[in-house]
């Protein structure tokens, strides 16, 4: 009680509307409110009843007491009895739930759900918050501490809530030597620190907080190149103690694994699944594994991709080599989550090579084996089609692989906001099951009911101080799990809730920003890689225009010019049936409109088609003159998201503004950059002039070939 | 005559209208006029007499001999005698002067002048181009050239011209390691070369017939920061050779000389200008030189400024040194130049200095020495006020050194007309005797009638193929010399000829190309020093931005903020009563209205007065709101001008076009960069937003604060 009060009265003091920030409290602000709200709610809140005693419950006391006396500007009490109005969190087996007339409801109410109700007990106004477990009463806490940071009262309550997806991850592209791969916000949380320093001990519980605010339960700690060393004793010790951090916010660890660590670690003369010796050795590694970690989630396995090690290596295939780790995990409750980003050196167009290896393998999984597959066929793009296998594979679940972290967007560099990209994806219509059978509901079990559901986002996190280097990227952690929590919230929603967190609640900034964040995505393929064009940036650190490049020794599908084709009859990569036959992976009619370029949307015209650079388009303009209106659109729109921000000075904090400020100047300049570099280097080929109506390019396409960026760390 | 045919008809197989060309020609490409001209003047021009054998005749010749048949695509016949209609070239004293009825017109003509006329002799007409001496009539041979390559036919001439100045010089600031100071075209046409290979050989002749056809008479060949080895018979011999090919021009030599020459190359204890054995070697040395070049021009002399040595270093006068030389060179009819660009390293603010050391000296100088003036005040601003030495030296000529090569101007990068900027000086009013007393007519002997007039320009020209390294530089150097000879042009006229020459006579090309050219120095002018400001570029190299520069041990008088004084109370130098009194050096009314910020011209404002950031402009706007419309302005004008000259590909040939177009866009960038830098850096003092509806910096002012450049030769 003491120590409650004295955090109370600690917290209560906070400062002004406006603080400097350093970004490291993410949307977890918890500034005080409006005083008419205040007001309002202190009558409503005069206590916290939280029974229960779990750690995970514990958790969400903790945070009522962190977040209630800094919003209200008063202390809370936390009572053990419902005799004042206030606030109640349970589970569905408390008594509770029976006396204030939610059992019913919570009976139905999916796992890891949650009620949020006003609910009249003995006259007296009672906001209860009850979850299905332990687990939605977490979420279910974190939901309504989110109604009162956006500004909302807490009258007449009805909130019912449970996961689009089972398994919620972050996979942390996280190398033991502490690099993160594509990682553009400093060195790994996990990896190469001290863990009993003050600061990462408290690093990785507002991860937590931050994670289970939004609906994670599972992360993967290291990258998917992993190498065997990840799974010595000495580094699942510290994996057990990442766990034991995690654990009181439900969040599961889950390890990418080599599949050379039997002959790496375990000295055994090879690693073929089918080799009984490697199967026992994965069985005992497991053994191990949960003795230390007994709610270990799983592997996370990239096997026979860019170089590593897989079953192929022994003549086996993909299903071999994940059924014998599905089998060693089995008896524990684990999952193999499978990589489907896979691509060999071969003629076959590159964006076919995914589904020409794991299509026949449908139906040749074990039960606890989940294969991911990457938003789109190639690799991340500013903007792919979503993947063939969705709606594909009938008997295997599959999980969404996103990417958070921006490999192809900017890095840290670019005001880029993921929510529009991601729901493209998940919204589009795979037509597996006819119109309607969107990509969404082909992975959340309601097309095909599987066992599993998972959704995995590759992290952006990392030591900087504000989490993921801009400001704003924080923005694509939070939706990327919003959405994995619900895949029917509008981008528009969830910058909403976002920026009224992050930044303010006043319309005059939650309005101009959440704009400006609603336009970003469009924004950068515009500026980048516009009308389905991809894969033209720098070939090794992925940042900045190099449709030019050439690198001997390279494979050609690492390179640019096998992706945009440029020449003098036209622009694109032919994927109909004339082509690559891409289009014919998809479902009818899908395969048909994508197949036909005038009814392929325009958004991923290049991407299916070679076009003559006279292509008439929509617009009326010719294709040459679109491309031209597209990297002028993208790069005007960039120096309107300069003119919002400033508009901002004074309405967020000094610090946050002249950070993202300073950024959006980068980008300004980097939307020029590529401007001047694709008109100038593809006008080599179309031979045709850039209208006068147009900003007139400042750069030399001779120079611009010059610049050799050192990306450091971030390759 | 066999010769001649044969260059004749070799020019007349001239190529098409747009050749492929790299500058080289200038103004003097005598491309092939319009068929319905030609025509006309074929019929005119049937041949041409030139009855006169003097060197200078025979390069009039010469011209005619080159520029006739390539123009109208037909040999002409050199003739003896007047027996067909066609042009003569004559001088006052031929007999023809007489028989054409001239003779009366011509004696009251000025030195060096011409007459064009079409006069009827026998029934047939007669283009007579007849100078008072053979220079005249070289001068009227190409200003006839310059009606045809400008359109004209030759109908009813009646042109009557005689120079402004009797001196009209270039100065070359080239060194005798062929490196030019502040010259941006390559290195010297004159040292540090083969003098007999043919390239040199024929660079010296093309220069002299590019100076001859604007009336250049005069040319300095080193560097005013004259080394003593100038004066070596090893060098003297050079220069004799270099004498020999500019003699059939017209045009004469003159040297910058070192004034210790004596105590470093005679051995001699000093060179004090009082002591018997230095005035000795002088005249020895002069004799020595007129023995080699007999109509060597004279001495161009800095002395006393920046370091160089003069007679102050003996306690005695600039009046002191300038007699002696002049007396040296008396006897050979030699004038000594002698600069008043100097200040010394006290706390007088430098803008006072020149006048304050000089206007005590007035009337102390032999008639053969010629004070040489900067435009301006301190040294080359992109734009200054008038030096106010013009008009104050009553019994002393007084010289205007201009700048052709762009020190302060963008190098050979940027593209600034420069006439503009000449033309207000010259047409400016120092009000000495009364309103109307303008610069120029201070200079020119109309109101001061002295023995000696002079003009000299700072060249822009060096080994570049091109010889200014920007075509467009080309017009400055043409501007000048076509204003030494007719200050009452104007800048339009001298454009419109320019672009006719240089580009072609279709109205499509001329116009746009000549508008631009008009609004480019203001353009200069807004996105670098606005509003009066000065000196705020880089301190060495002079290119780009540099307000904040402080270099340790540098005199403060060589840094920016000497200048700009920006501080929390506004910005600009306080020249008036209140401050420096530089003001003081202006007649009435003048003073006054430089004195009152109210009436002083904005384009002057902060040079002359400290003005709070909030003090309301004549737009309305205040003064920091101003500074930044005025670097807009400039900017986006860049823009416009790379739009305008985009619109030239296909009517310009290909090869300037690029090489024009490559330029421009270094330019918009500079302009950027300008912008960004010297508003983000005054935003520092100001403390004031930049309003919205402005283009966003796109720099951030430490990274540019970071920039280093490395100019090489520049410096």
């Given at each position: ?6 955090i109370?009265?600690?917290?209560a003091?906070?400062?002004?509307r ?5 970004g490291y409290r993410?949307w ?8 008419t ?9 005069r ?5 229960e005693?779990?750690?995970v419950?514990q958790?969400?006391?903790?945070e ?5 006396p ?18 109640v969190v349970?589970?569905a087996?408390h008594?509770?739930a ?6 019913q409801d919570?009976?139905?109410?999916g ?5 949020l109700r ?11 918050v009850a ?23 807490l ?7 449970a996961?689009?997806?089972a ?6 592209w996280?190398?033991?030597?502490g690099?993160v791969?594509?990682?553009?916000a400093g ?5 190469n ?12 519980e507002?991860?937590a ?10 992360t993967?700690?290291n ?5 065997p ?19 009181p916010?439900?969040?599961k ?5 080599n599949f ?5 670690l375990?000295?055994?003369?090879n690693?073929?699944?089918l ?8 069985k ?6 949960y ?7 799983g ?8 170089g590593?090690?897989?079953p192929?290596?022994?003549?086996r295939?993909?299903?071999d ?16 989550m499978?990589?489907a ?13 995914a ?24 690799d991340?793009?500013p903007r792919e089609p ?5 709606g594909a594979m ?30 493209e ?11 309607g059978?969107?990509v969404?509901k082909?992975l ?5 009911p599987?066992?599993?559901?998972a959704i995995?986002?590759?992290s ?6 504000n ?18 929590w619900?895949h ?26 959440s704009s400006m964040?609603?336009a970003s995505?469009?924004t950068c ?8 064009l ?5 070939w090794?650190?992925?940042y900045?225009?190099?449709?030019w ?13 096998y992706y945009?084709?440029a020449s ?9 049936d ?10 009818e009619p899908?395969?048909?409109?994508l197949?036909d ?15 003559p650079?006279d ?16 990297y ?8 309107g ?6 508009s901002m ?17 980068i980008?300004a300049?980097?939307a020029?950059?590529?401007?001047d570099?694709c008109?100038?280097y ?10 006068l ?5 400042i750069?030399?396409l ?6 050799k ?7």
């Amino acid at each position: 009680m003491r120590k409650f009060m004295l955090i109370a009265i600690l917290v209560a003091t906070l400062a002004p509307r406006i603080n400097a920030e350093n970004g490291y409290r993410l949307w977890l602000r918890y500034e005080p409110l409006e005083t008419t709200q205040q007001n309002a709610l202190k009558e409503r809140i005069r206590q916290v009843v939280i029974p229960e005693q779990s750690s995970v419950m514990q958790s969400a006391a903790a945070e009522l007491t962190k977040a209630l006396p800094a919003m209200l500007q008063t202390p809370i009490q936390r009572a053990q009895s419902l005799n004042a109005p206030g606030i109640v969190v349970i589970t569905a087996t408390h008594p509770y739930a029976k006396q204030l007339g939610l059992r019913q409801d919570m009976s139905t109410l999916g796992e890891e759900g949650y009620l949020l109700r006003t609910v009249k007990h003995q006259n007296k106004m009672m906001v209860v918050v009850a979850g299905k477990n332990d687990a939605g009463a977490l979420y279910g806490t974190y939901a309504l501490l989110r109604l009162l940071q956006t500004g909302n009262d807490l009258t007449n309550l009805n909130v019912r809530e449970a996961p689009s997806f089972a398994h919620r991850l972050l996979n942390h592209w996280d190398n033991l030597n502490g690099t993160v791969e594509r990682g553009y916000a400093g060195h790994s949380i996990w990896w190469n620190v001290n863990l009993n320093a003050d600061s990462i001990i408290a690093r990785h519980e507002d991860y937590a907080r931050a994670n289970a605010s939004i609906g994670i339960n599972g992360t993967v700690l290291n990258n998917v190149n992993a190498t065997p060393q990840m799974l010595t004793s000495e580094y699942l010790e510290k994996v057990a103690v990442i766990a034991g951090r995690l654990r009181p916010y439900h969040i599961k660890v889950y390890l990418s694994i080599n599949f050379s660590s039997p002959k790496e670690l375990g000295g055994i003369e090879n690693s073929d699944p089918l080799n009984p010796q490697v199967a026992q050795w994965w069985k005992e590694k497991a053994t191990e594994i949960y003795r230390l970690i007994p709610d270990f989630g799983g592997f996370l396995v990239k096997a026979n991709s860019e170089g590593l090690p897989g079953p192929q290596d022994y003549g086996r295939t993909h299903a071999d080599g994940a059924n014998m780790l599905a089998d060693a995990l089995k008896p524990h409750g684990g999952l193999v989550m499978w990589r489907a980003f896979v691509y060999n050196p071969t003629p076959e167009d590159r964006a076919k090579q995914a589904y020409s290896e794991f299509k026949p393998l449908d139906g040749q999984f074990r039960d606890n084996v989940i294969v991911q597959v990457k938003n789109g066929p190639i690799d991340f793009q500013p903007r792919e089609p979503f993947s063939p296998m969705f709606g594909a594979m009938e008997k295997t679940p599959l999980m969404m692989e996103f990417q958070i972290t921006q490999e192809y967007l900017g890095h840290s560099n670019h005001l880029v906001y993921l929510a529009p990209m991601y729901k493209e994806v998940l919204d589009a219509d795979t037509y597996c099951k006819g119109t309607g059978s969107t990509v969404a509901k082909t992975l959340d079990g309601s097309i095909y009911p599987h066992q599993h559901t998972a959704i995995a986002g590759v992290s952006n996190i990392g030591r900087d101080a504000n989490w993921c280097g801009h400001d704003i990227a924080q923005s694509n952690w939070y939706a990327y799990g919003r959405l994995a929590w619900n895949h029917q919230l509008t981008s528009e929603q969830i910058a909403d809730e976002w920026v009224r967190m992050t930044f303010s609640n006043q319309a005059e900034v939650v309005t101009p920003i959440s704009s400006m964040m609603m336009a970003s995505h469009q924004t950068c393929v515009d500026y980048s890689m516009p009308l389905g064009l991809h894969h033209i940036m720098g070939w090794d650190h992925h940042y900045g225009p190099e449709p030019w490049t050439e690198f001997p020794g390279a494979r050609a599908d690492w390179l640019p010019q096998y992706y945009h084709q440029a020449s003098a009859s036209g622009l694109g990569f032919d994927r109909t049936d004339k082509g690559s036959n891409a289009t014919a992976q998809y479902a009818e009619p899908l395969r048909s409109q994508l197949n036909d370029a005038t009814t392929c949307p325009e958004g991923y015209l290049l991407w299916f088609h070679h076009l003559p650079w006279d292509y008439p388009m929509k617009s009326g303009r010719t294709l040459w003159h679109e491309l031209i209106e597209r990297y002028h659109v993208g790069t005007n729109n960039v120096r309107g998201f300069q003119r919002t921000w400033d508009s901002m000075e004074g309405m967020v904090d000094a610090e946050r503004f002249k950070a993202v400020q300073y950024k959006l100047k980068i980008q300004a300049r980097d939307a020029i950059w590529w401007r001047d570099a694709c008109l100038l280097y593809f006008q080599t080929f179309s031979k045709r002039p850039i209208p006068l109506e147009y900003e007139r390019p400042i750069h030399d396409l001779n120079e611009l070939k010059q610049i050799k960026l050192d990306m450091g760390h971030h390759n």
